[in-house]
């Protein structure tokens, strides 16, 4: 079992093309860790937006009766992934890691696989 911190610090050296990583409790929007980001990326804002888009996904699957968890979600921009990984392990319920990579550098396939494992060792 690891800390938040060492998670994020997990997720941002593990992960190729790591730009910045968070945790956040999709309740309150709040991040209760951030690392990396920069003046091109707000993490703490980008924490409260994806609030919003975990919300509406989660209401959106209640209102067709889809019974099943969201494991992650992605959004593509034209030089980024970003990746939302729900917590779904040991008091994790409200909270999803959020993680953020350079397109060019990452390879989404292995970042969802190393995400998963990084959630999967989280300590809350």
């Known amino acids: 079992m690891v800390s938040v911190e060492t998670s994020l610090k997990e997720a941002m050296t593990s992960i190729e093309g790591s730009v910045g990583a968070a945790l956040v409790d999709y309740t309150s929007g709040m991040a209760l860790g951030m690392l990396g980001g920069g ?50 392990s040991r008091g994790g319920n409200g909270l999803f890691l959020y993680i953020v990579l350079d397109k060019a550098r990452a390879n989404l396939a292995m970042a969802r696989h190393q995400l998963k494992r990084i959630e999967a060792e989280l300590e809350l």
């Open 39 to 88: 003046k091109d990326l707000n993490l703490e804002v980008a924490a409260a937006g994806n609030t919003d888009v975990i919300r509406a996904k989660t209401r959106t699957m209640e209102m067709l009766g889809i019974k099943e968890d969201i494991e992650d979600v992605l959004i593509t921009l034209g030089t980024q992934y970003h990746l939302i990984r729900l917590i779904k």
